[in-house]
């Protein structure tokens, strides 16, 4: 057991922790409006979310370092549900979302979630960084999406041909532009200027340009954070009992939970502290929803950027995130008009950036190099994501993983004695259906006439398909004349 701090040493970890809240809070401020916006709700539904991530979620046990809020992984998914459901509905669906994620976490699930193929995971944020970067150069120009990934794609040419002649949209990109331009450049800063997040430098300086020149750009706007809340009533209830409202739900539980406990053991490995309890922690994060639903809020995930921000900042214990919740209420109470000087611009390109940073080609590359399953994984579950939807595509990118895994397991030797005799064929591996047309093509090789003993006993598996195809075989073969024979050595394994 660890000796108890002095009274020194109490002041210098909450002297680390309040330091640390306030960095975490100048990242998670334009990020938790960015997402609302993107996700088609107003601002302050983004921020209330983000202050229960604070306040609810970081006060619980679980992880004592991730930070909590909306995040930009559910864009996609939030948006489809405002615009199929209504807005008035998103509290129920987040809910009850919430709801599950408690019965999980009382079932001990949690854990569970390490067993889903990591390819799947960035695969799964890959195809969100997709439709997330073409959703949102759209709104660059100040020009509303389609809506559908592929429309988004296919939308780009037109985007591009309108916003050539309209100078209000030319404005809004060049804002907008520079805005990615000052968060890409912005490492390369001194580092004292560092301290403070790139995201909170290039928000400020777009809105300073916009005000100074006065340009003909979309501001965010503000309603005032009680006008915002809605909490959801039963008038809704009735509309979102058909199998797309419930599929919604266990999507926003489901993703939202994976993601919150993927970023759970990314951040245990940043620090020495004590290790994330899973099932805590996902009961943690379904409180959260559950308040964010009561509240009619946008629903809640552990976010890596956040978090990490948090660790590389210096905190010690769980009071960092609980403050940078009590930051974001305060702004929100004392500083709401300033929202409405933000220019929509700067939020997408805000968001353009962190959807390029999920695609994570140069894991592409790497594991195209060593582990090409493992890449096609990835591409696939991406490519599914911006066909169909986040919720499909992740069960596609599953599915993908569930078939790679089989293909590798089901590997199969077959070694031909051709100086024997009889002829001895001898498998060893696992037989399964998705190797049998590698089989049975060299059994037919096998000449007419020729005495075959078929030796079976190196197999670890064999699965029904394969014993019956070899069964068939050594019956035809035999039956062809007097000198076919096959004499089978059975596995010593259960079929």
């Given at each position: ?99 599950i994620q408690l019965g999980m976490g009382a079932l001990r699930l949690g854990r569970w979630f390490r067993a ?229 611009t700067a939020l997408a390109a805000i968001l353009v950036h962190a959807g390029w940073k999920l695609l994570s ?135």
């Amino acid at each position: 057991m660890a000796p108890p701090l002095s009274g020194r040493g109490t002041f210098s970890v909450f002297r680390q922790d309040l330091l640390s809240s306030i960095v975490v809070f100048l990242v998670a401020l334009p990020l938790c409006i960015g997402v609302a916006v993107a996700s088609g709700v107003p601002a302050e539904l983004g921020l209330a979310t983000g202050i229960v991530g604070g306040l609810v979620a970081g006060a619980l046990p679980g992880s004592s370092l991730q930070v909590s809020g909306p995040a930009a992984g559910l864009t996609v998914l939030v948006y489809e549900a405002v615009q199929e459901y209504g807005l008035r509905s998103l509290g129920l669906i987040v809910l009850a979302a919430g709801l599950i994620q408690l019965g999980m976490g009382a079932l001990r699930l949690g854990r569970w979630f390490r067993a889903i193929s990591i390819s799947v995971v960035h695969g799964m944020l890959a195809g969100i960084g997709l439709v997330l970067v073409t959703g949102q150069v759209h709104s660059l120009f100040d020009n509303r999406s389609p809506g559908a990934a592929m429309a988004n794609v296919t939308g780009l040419p037109d985007l591009f041909a309108d916003s050539a002649n309209e100078p209000a949209a030319l404005a809004a990109g060049g804002i907008g532009i520079g805005t990615i331009v000052v968060l890409v450049c912005w490492k390369y800063a001194p580092k004292r200027l560092r301290v403070i997040p790139g995201a909170l430098v290039a928000v400020a300086l777009a809105t300073l340009v916009t005000i100074a020149f006065d340009l003909p750009v979309k501001r965010i706007e503000v309603k005032g954070l009680l006008d915002a809340i809605q909490p959801p009533g039963t008038g809704q209830l009735g509309g979102l009992m058909s199998i797309g409202a419930i599929g919604t739900v266990v999507a926003f539980a489901l993703i939202a939970s994976a993601e919150s406990l993927f970023s759970a053991a990314a951040v245990d490995r940043m620090h020495h502290g004590a290790r994330t309890h899973y099932d805590r922690e996902l009961m943690a994060q379904g409180a959260g929803n559950t308040v964010c639903g009561l509240l009619g809020a946008l629903p809640m995930t552990a976010v890596i950027v956040r978090s990490a921000t948090n660790v590389q900042a210096g905190a010690r214990t769980k009071a960092s995130r609980i403050l940078h919740g009590v930051w974001l209420l305060a702004f929100t109470v004392v500083f709401p008009a300033a929202l409405g000087y933000i220019p929509v611009t700067a939020l997408a390109a805000i968001l353009v950036h962190a959807g390029w940073k999920l695609l994570s080609l140069r894991e592409v590359g790497r594991l195209w190099r060593t582990e090409r399953g493992e890449a096609v994984v990835l591409t696939g579950t991406a490519l599914a994501i911006v066909v169909t939807n986040l919720f499909e595509g992740v069960l596609i990118g599953l599915l993908l993983a569930v078939v790679k895994t089989a293909w590798d397991v089901s590997d199969i030797h077959i070694h031909v004695d051709e100086q024997a005799d009889p002829l001895v064929i001898r498998l060893t591996g696992n037989a399964t259906f998705l190797r049998l047309p590698k089989v049975l093509d060299t059994l037919e090789t096998i000449p007419h006439g020729r005495a075959v003993e078929l030796d079976l006993s190196g197999l670890r598996h064999l699965d029904h398909a394969c014993r019956t195809a070899l069964q068939s075989w050594a019956a035809q073969h035999d039956g062809r004349d007097e000198r076919s024979s096959v004499r089978i050595a059975e596995p010593a394994v259960a079929g």
